[in-house]
Nanobody
Framework: VQLQACGGGLVQAGGSLRLSCAAS?????????MGWFRQAPGKEREFVAA????????YYADSVKGRFTISKDNAKNTVYLQMNSLKPEDTAVYYC???????????????????WGQGTQVTVSS
Protein backbone atom coordinates (compact mmCIF):
# COMPACT_ATOMS: atom_id res chain seq x y z
CA VAL A 1 0.00 0.00 0.00
CA GLN A 2 1.28 3.42 -0.91
CA LEU A 3 -0.21 6.81 -0.17
CA GLN A 4 1.15 9.73 -2.14
CA ALA A 5 0.37 13.15 -0.74
CA CYS A 6 0.97 16.37 -2.61
CA GLY A 7 -0.29 19.92 -2.91
CA GLY A 8 1.55 21.63 -0.11
CA GLY A 9 3.35 24.92 -0.50
CA LEU A 10 3.82 28.45 0.76
CA VAL A 11 0.76 30.65 1.05
CA GLN A 12 -0.11 33.89 2.77
CA ALA A 13 -2.49 33.99 5.69
CA GLY A 14 -6.06 33.93 4.45
CA GLY A 15 -5.14 31.95 1.37
CA SER A 16 -6.11 28.46 0.27
CA LEU A 17 -4.47 25.19 -0.67
CA ARG A 18 -5.79 21.79 -1.70
CA LEU A 19 -3.92 18.68 -0.69
CA SER A 20 -4.34 15.40 -2.53
CA CYS A 21 -3.66 11.86 -1.42
CA ALA A 22 -3.63 9.13 -4.04
CA ALA A 23 -3.66 5.51 -2.91
CA SER A 24 -2.28 2.43 -4.61
CA UNK A 25 -2.67 -1.11 -3.36
CA UNK A 26 -5.70 -0.06 -1.37
CA UNK A 27 -9.23 0.76 -2.37
CA UNK A 28 -10.46 3.61 -0.23
CA UNK A 29 -13.95 2.24 0.02
CA UNK A 30 -12.57 -0.95 1.59
CA UNK A 31 -10.78 0.96 4.33
CA UNK A 32 -12.33 1.95 7.61
CA UNK A 33 -11.30 5.57 7.40
CA MET A 34 -9.14 8.02 5.52
CA GLY A 35 -7.56 10.80 7.49
CA TRP A 36 -5.34 13.84 7.41
CA PHE A 37 -2.96 14.63 10.24
CA ARG A 38 -0.32 17.30 10.67
CA GLN A 39 2.87 17.77 12.61
CA ALA A 40 4.49 21.08 13.39
CA PRO A 41 8.14 21.32 14.47
CA GLY A 42 8.57 20.22 18.06
CA LYS A 43 4.98 19.05 18.35
CA GLU A 44 3.23 15.72 18.18
CA ARG A 45 1.29 14.63 15.15
CA GLU A 46 -2.31 15.78 15.47
CA PHE A 47 -5.60 14.94 13.86
CA VAL A 48 -6.98 17.31 11.22
CA ALA A 49 -9.83 15.58 9.37
CA ALA A 50 -11.16 12.15 8.46
CA UNK A 51 -13.86 10.43 6.47
CA UNK A 52 -15.40 7.16 7.57
CA UNK A 53 -16.81 4.81 4.96
CA UNK A 54 -19.27 2.91 7.11
CA UNK A 55 -21.33 5.95 8.09
CA UNK A 56 -20.06 8.27 5.33
CA UNK A 57 -19.41 11.03 7.82
CA UNK A 58 -16.61 13.55 7.99
CA TYR A 59 -14.81 14.51 11.18
CA TYR A 60 -12.75 17.61 11.87
CA ALA A 61 -10.51 18.99 14.55
CA ASP A 62 -12.04 22.01 16.25
CA SER A 63 -9.13 24.15 15.08
CA VAL A 64 -9.99 23.60 11.39
CA LYS A 65 -13.75 23.18 11.48
CA GLY A 66 -15.43 25.55 9.04
CA ARG A 67 -12.17 26.19 7.17
CA PHE A 68 -11.07 22.75 5.96
CA THR A 69 -13.06 20.20 3.98
CA ILE A 70 -12.21 16.58 3.33
CA SER A 71 -13.53 15.02 0.14
CA LYS A 72 -12.92 11.96 -2.02
CA ASP A 73 -12.94 10.80 -5.59
CA ASN A 74 -13.64 7.09 -5.64
CA ALA A 75 -12.83 6.74 -9.32
CA LYS A 76 -9.37 8.20 -8.77
CA ASN A 77 -8.89 6.56 -5.39
CA THR A 78 -7.90 9.97 -4.10
CA VAL A 79 -8.76 11.94 -1.00
CA TYR A 80 -8.50 15.72 -0.84
CA LEU A 81 -8.18 18.31 1.89
CA GLN A 82 -9.37 21.74 0.87
CA MET A 83 -7.88 24.31 3.22
CA ASN A 84 -9.31 27.82 3.24
CA SER A 85 -8.68 30.85 5.41
CA LEU A 86 -5.27 29.49 6.30
CA LYS A 87 -3.54 30.78 9.41
CA PRO A 88 0.15 30.78 10.37
CA GLU A 89 -0.67 28.18 13.03
CA ASP A 90 -1.70 25.79 10.24
CA THR A 91 1.96 25.56 9.23
CA ALA A 92 3.02 21.92 9.47
CA VAL A 93 3.82 18.81 7.51
CA TYR A 94 0.53 17.25 6.50
CA TYR A 95 0.14 13.47 6.28
CA CYS A 96 -2.63 11.40 4.80
CA UNK A 97 -3.44 8.07 6.37
CA UNK A 98 -5.63 5.05 5.75
CA UNK A 99 -6.99 2.68 8.33
CA UNK A 100 -8.35 -0.82 7.78
CA UNK A 101 -11.25 -1.39 10.11
CA UNK A 102 -10.64 1.80 12.07
CA UNK A 103 -13.14 1.79 14.89
CA UNK A 104 -15.12 4.94 15.56
CA UNK A 105 -13.33 5.81 18.78
CA UNK A 106 -9.96 5.74 16.98
CA UNK A 107 -10.97 7.97 14.07
CA UNK A 108 -9.06 10.94 15.52
CA UNK A 109 -6.08 8.94 16.76
CA UNK A 110 -2.75 8.29 15.04
CA UNK A 111 -2.95 4.70 16.27
CA UNK A 112 -6.18 4.18 14.36
CA UNK A 113 -4.42 4.17 10.99
CA UNK A 114 -2.29 1.50 9.35
CA UNK A 115 -0.82 3.31 6.35
CA TRP A 116 0.77 6.73 6.01
CA GLY A 117 1.85 8.95 3.17
CA GLN A 118 5.19 10.71 3.10
CA GLY A 119 3.91 14.12 4.12
CA THR A 120 3.68 17.45 2.34
CA GLN A 121 4.82 20.77 3.80
CA VAL A 122 2.32 23.57 4.25
CA THR A 123 3.72 26.96 5.25
CA VAL A 124 1.45 29.90 5.97
CA SER A 125 3.11 33.29 6.23
CA SER A 126 1.65 36.13 8.26
Amino acid sequence: VQLQACGGGLVQAGGSLRLSCAASGLTFSSSGAMGWFRQAPGKEREFVAAFRWNNRRSYYADSVKGRFTISKDNAKNTVYLQMNSLKPEDTAVYYCAAGRGTILSMTREVEGYNYWGQGTQVTVSS
